[in-house]
Nanobody
Framework: QFQLVESGGGLVQPGGTLRLSCRAS????????IGWFRQAPGKEREGVGC????????KYADSVKGRFTISRDNAKNTVYLQMNSLKPEDTAVYYC????????????????????WGQGTQVTVSS
């Protein structure tokens, strides 16, 4: 079954770091632009950032710019969300989503609709 699977979430203290992974099951992630989203309890889902299939283009929400970095390792069929200087307001369930754009494509897809979504991974920032 084609799906995306997130991992790497957990509990971290303010100022700490986490790296989330988004892996593809049963298909090659090389051809997909990826977006990262998060949803906190009682709040709407918001975009965190996105990366092109080529990996050469990225875009970030103002709330995470300078703290979060999206990268991809197509050899490992994985996209990463590196989160540094975490704040309590970063607490949320984080999701990745992917849309086919073709290999080595520079286009960003930062908003739905997407072909696939992951099930989410919980990130809690608390002392």
């Amino acid at each position: 079954q084609f799906q995306l699977v997130e991992s790497g979430g957990g509990l971290v203290q303010p100022g700490g770091t986490l790296r989330l992974s988004c892996r593809a099951s049963e298909f090659t992630l090389d051809y997909y632009a990826i977006g990262w989203f998060r949803q906190a309890p009682g709040k709407e889902r918001e975009g965190v950032g996105c990366i092109s299939s080529s990996g050469g283009n990225t875009k970030y929400a103002d709330s995470v710019k300078g703290r979060f970095t999206i990268s991809r390792d197509n050899a490992k069929n994985t996209v990463y969300l590196q989160m540094n200087s975490l704040k309590p307001e970063d607490t949320a369930v984080y999701y990745c989503a992917g849309t086919w754009t073709g290999n080595y494509d520079k286009r960003l897809v930062c908003n739905p609709p997407y072909d696939y979504w992951g099930q989410g991974t919980q990130v809690t920032v608390s002392s």
